[in-house]
């Protein structure tokens, strides 16, 4: 009865303020012809139209607004009113916006119904071939910008007419060395209710026509959700490209480096030394992110293993492949470097070796700056009297620029439900177990950052990987050894170092086989060095397949069983 009249008296609040605050009237055009709709409407407000406010919205300290709201069964001739109701990033309610002069635009990010194999229906965004991202989803309407006057302390209504509609993203064309499949996975359509495909961009070895007797290993790149093989550029650089600046790096000319590194890899690769493999990028994009992580995920469902399983046999199947685990091997950075390892330690004789770069975090007890065990609070660090945020991005340096709340609430405005496309709520699908309707279940309150001790103890059971390792080390020691390879800055700007150091601890610890693993740290190096102590991370982070590919083909013969073919593919 309390919560139910709280719940009241905080509807009342809002409508109290939406009364005495600007609001803006959503209508659709009906020239756009759609029907009913679902998705998360936007409304996007920034000072510049340098770039549309849609492409504005980040975590950086430049970040313009967002306000979001949930619609459901948007009928065509209806308007949708965005008013103080509406939760945003970086400022939580419209009435707290600076009166000023402003760019405006709506965006809907579409939903589609899903009926689950577990018998839930949820509401999600379908990738449509852009990689989740919301701002650029074919199929996603919006408005164009107008510039307005807003005014806190006015009531009046603005309205805005979403009349543009983002169009289809074309599909790459199959090269002479660069082939592209696409399968129905039998897995994740039995799951989803409804067909679901997996994806992957094969680099053909050099000489793979001519020695048609020739099977090969194959080098499995995983990392968020690529459009195409990156990298790989049959000709020379376009000598009248005009140089880009790079904020990240801080270097101008950053195209130009590219475009050189991709040309130098063609170069590489069809040179006489180089190990001839299939080089593999896979597209395993959902409905919560634009990867899977690579595992089996009560909310995802079986990737682990239609990636395992189905997709990579297929490829094997198609283009010579090997076919056996001891001739796979993995690598990758971020995202993918904590894909390489748990896909190795939950596949552990399917894969022959792994090469994890500044990986996510490895253990939770260091989930980026928070302990997920111990703490209490996902926001802010316990204190009697001072309230600390948790920093949650940083420079080589240390100075931060986002915290932890910051980098949530940009999520909860962009989506509820673990819905935002982005990264904690990736990992709260693919780690947390499925509540009662159908959606992951938070491991900690998305506003007040409150964990939920339940739901960490599911998580470290799962998929905390150290923890994993050290409990399972008796029964997969002898198949992990001397394949586990990880690299981190000690200046990651996630702090994703942190859960290295743990981890190497605990690796170096385990006996009866010892692991014979290798952890190697850059020395002031941000996010996402890969183990070269010799080059700048912007240009090694372009050198995953040159660094790894040959690296692996020299130790694998080590791990190799006898009889196995070494040498047919080293033409």
Not at 161 to 182: A, G, Q, R, S, V
Not at 333 to 339: D, I, L, R
Not at 511 to 536: I, T
Request: proline residues 6%; charged residues 25%.
């Amino acid at each position: 009865m309390i919560i139910k009249k709280l719940c009241i008296s905080i509807w009342l609040l809002f409508a109290l303020m939406a009364a005495n605050c600007q609001s803006f009237r959503v209508t659709i055009s009906k020239e756009l012809n759609q029907t009913s709709l679902d998705g998360r409407l936007l409304l996007l407000i920034a000072k510049t139209n340098i770039k549309e406010p849609r492409f504005q919205i980040n975590d950086a300290t430049n970040t313009q607004m967002v306000f979001g709201k949930d619609v459901d069964n948007w009928q065509p001739g209806k308007s949708q009113l965005v008013s103080e109701d509406a939760f945003g990033y970086p400022i939580e309610r419209l009435h707290e916006i600076p009166a000023g002069d402003y760019y405006v635009q709506a965006l809907l990010h579409k939903y589609e119904t899903f009926r689950l194999k577990t018998g839930q229906t949820v509401k999600l965004p379908m990738d449509r071939g852009e990689g989740q991202h919301w701002n650029e989803a074919p199929g996603n309407i919006y408005s164009e910008p107008i510039k307005i006057r807003i005014d806190p302390k006015s009531s009046n209504e603005i309205s805005l007419t979403i009349n543009k509609e983002i169009p289809p993203i074309k599909e790459p064309e199959d090269t002479k060395y660069i082939k592209h499949i696409k399968i129905q996975s039998k897995l994740l359509t039995e799951f989803w209710g409804r067909p679901m495909f997996l994806g992957a961009h094969i680099l053909l070895p050099e000489g793979f026509e001519s020695h048609p007797n020739a099977k090969y290993p194959m080098a499995i790149f995983h990392g968020h959700f690529p459009s195409d093989f990156g990298g790989f550029r049959t000709n020379p650089p376009d000598p009248n490209l005009i140089p880009d600046t790079s904020t990240r790096f801080h270097i101008t000319g950053l195209n130009i480096i590219e475009q050189k590194e991709s040309y130098r890899f063609f170069q590489q690769w069809t040179g006489p030394n180089f190990p001839r493999v299939l080089a593999v990028e896979i597209q395993h994009a959902n409905p919560y992110y634009d990867d899977s992580y690579a595992v089996n995920s009560a909310n995802l469902g079986p990737y682990g293993d239609a990636i395992t399983y189905e997709l990579i046999p297929e490829i094997e199947k198609r283009f010579r492949g090997i076919g056996k685990g001891w001739a796979r091997f993995m690598y990758g950075g971020s995202t993918g470097g904590w894909e390489v390892l748990a896909a190795q330690v939950f596949y552990p004789e399917e894969y022959n070796g792994c090469y994890a770069a500044c990986p996510d975090p490895v253990d939770f007890q260091h989930y980026t700056t928070l302990d997920i065990y111990k703490d209490k609070n996902a926001y802010f660090v316990e204190s009697d009297f001072k309230k600390l945020e948790r920093p949650g991005h940083r420079n080589y340096l240390g100075h931060v620029s986002a915290t932890l709340k910051q980098m949530n609430h940009r999520e909860l405005a962009l989506g509820t439900r673990s819905r935002s496309g982005d990264q904690f709520d990736i990992w709260e699908a693919v780690y947390s177990p499925m509540d009662v309707d159908g959606y992951p279940k938070r491991i900690y309150d998305k506003y007040t950052g409150a964990i939920d001790t339940s739901v960490a103890r599911y998580w470290r059971d799962n998929y905390d990987l150290t923890h994993i390792i050290k409990r399972d080390w008796p029964k997969i020691g002898e198949k992990l050894k001397g394949k586990i390879h990880i690299y981190v800055g000690d200046m990651d700007n996630y702090y994703l170092n942190n859960a290295v150091y743990t981890a190497e601890e605990m690796l170096k610890k385990l006996s009866n086989p010892a692991c014979n693993c290798e952890v190697d740290y850059g020395d002031r190096a941000e996010h996402c060095w890969n183990g070269d102590h010799k080059l700048p991370n912007y240009i090694s982070r372009m050198r995953y397949h040159q660094m790894f590919i040959p690296k692996w083909a020299e130790e694998m013969k080590k791990r190799a069983p006898k009889g196995a073919d070494l040498k047919s593919w080293r033409y």
